[in-house]
């Protein structure tokens, strides 16, 4: 008898503690996409990188209209990009123009992408493949986005891209001539004037191509360049040789 009066206490007691659990329930908080930005933002002022990108990440699983999401996928990329952390920005750069190629934002995302594989450039000898990268990216986004506010800036960072390239293409060229290996020396010299004129290295590229034919024994096309050189840039000093070694085919 006591048995079963205690365990309907019990039984009433647990009932009481889980309505009373019920209703201390309160119903989540309406998700507030500009406020959850300005904190995020203070964040990535002070430099709170990774708590930044938690938040971020918590925006586009709580947004479900997806405005805000969009949004935080850039951000997260512009954290990395600010922490130096340049090739994981390229990674969600990329992500946000697969996922919103339309966003009015693109273009942004398009030039950080660029702006992202441009600070990874550190050598011509070493940097080859993210110097034609950022090229890439920067012509895409003159030909996908032509009124970006970034045209200007764009041009430059496209003729320095091609000025490493052409100094890559140069040291190549200079260690097949210092071989002795003097056609593929030629090739590249040969590339390097067709794919990026009026590049730093050009002078350096006219003359040595010069001198590539000369040692192939091609007389003809060596004081054709030699010639074309002297006319481009008279005033050079490769110039002055130029002329000593076209007088000296004449002999």
């Known amino acids: 008898m006591y048995k079963k009066i205690f365990l309907l206490f019990i039984i009433l007691l647990i009932g009481s503690a889980c309505s009373s659990k019920k209703a201390a329930v309160k119903p989540a908080p309406a998700f507030e996409g500009e406020a959850a930005f300005k904190q995020v933002n203070e964040k990535i002022k002070g430099r709170y990188y990774e708590e930044a990108r938690e938040a971020l990440e918590k925006i586009k699983a709580q947004d479900t209209s997806g405005r ?29 123009l697969k996922m919103h190629p339309y966003h009015r934002y693109a273009y942004y995302a398009q030039y950080q992408l660029a702006m992202s594989y441009f600070r990874m450039i550190k050598t011509p000898d070493v940097s080859y493949g993210f110097a034609k990268k950022a090229l890439n990216e920067f012509e895409k986004l003159q030909m996908l986005y032509p009124r970006n506010p970034y045209m ?8 320095a891209c091609k000025n490493i390239l052409a100094e890559h293409e140069f040291y190549v060229g200079g260690f097949y001539f210092k071989k002795g290996s003097y056609s593929a020396a030629k090739e590249r010299f040969k590339n390097l004037l067709q794919s990026y004129p009026n590049s730093k290295k050009e002078i350096d590229a ?24 002297i006319e481009r840039y008279p005033a050079a000093r490769e110039s002055v040789e130029a002329r000593r070694l076209i007088a000296a085919f004449e002999k």
């Open 206 to 229: 006219l003359y040595y191509l010069g001198l590539s034919y000369a040692n192939l024994g091609n007389k003809d096309k060596a004081r054709e360049t030699l010639m074309t050189l």
């Open 152 to 159: 200007d800036v764009t041009e430059g960072r496209i003729k």
């Open 68 to 96: 805000y999401a969009a949004l935080a996928q850039i951000r997260i990329g512009d954290t990395y990009f600010e922490e130096g952390l340049y090739e994981e920005a390229a990674g969600e750069y990329e992500r946000f």
